[in-house]
């Protein structure tokens, strides 16, 4: 089946506030494509991994404390620094399942305060998702969701703020799946959104964020 015959990968983002399901979602999406025989790859940013992430990692755990624009960079420069891998992956045909990306980026900063305009700087230049899907929560039942754990941002007060800025940030190329449908109907709406995605694109070229 759907396997990219010489085609391009798509870049499919999901976005949401904090236990929006997102993580799970991806697995599960990855998983699905992966059965399909869909060439696919998960990968979730902030990423750790690298050196950079783990300054931020470090930040969201409350051991480091860096000024806001500061770690706004940082969490930039961690996808700036994987951009290169990102593009040769979508072009040799890989399609990548992204747990958080620019907007979170934006939406975050945003939220404590930041101008929008300066947030959204960075980020022009990395390459622009075919398809944003996000998954809407209402803070006061995400937070229900098993809680909160001890990261600097998962509080209800901020992530309501956090969650006006992603809805300004919406544009043509998002969809936005409501969080709390049981998880097989998001879980069945994310499969048919991404494989008419990779289907899609294929006569797209890949572009970049331009805000
Ligand atoms: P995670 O829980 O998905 O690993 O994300 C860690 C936290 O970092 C989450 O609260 C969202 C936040 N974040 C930003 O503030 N800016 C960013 O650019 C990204 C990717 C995440």
Redesign the pocket.
Known sequence: TGGSKGGRGALVVLEGL?RSGK?SQCARLLSFLKGKGYNAEGW???DRATSVGQMISSY?ANDSQLDDRTIHLL??ANRWEKRALMESKLLSGTTLIV????Y??VA??AAKGLDIEWCKAPENGLIAPDLVIYLDVQPEKAAERGGYGD?R??KIEFQKKVAEHYHSLCDSTWKVVDGFLPMETVEERLRDLATSCIQDCQGNPLTNLAW
């Open positions: 904090d993580t979730s940013f902030p969201l969490f930039s747990d958080r990306y620019s979170s980026g975050f900063s990261e941002y998962e």
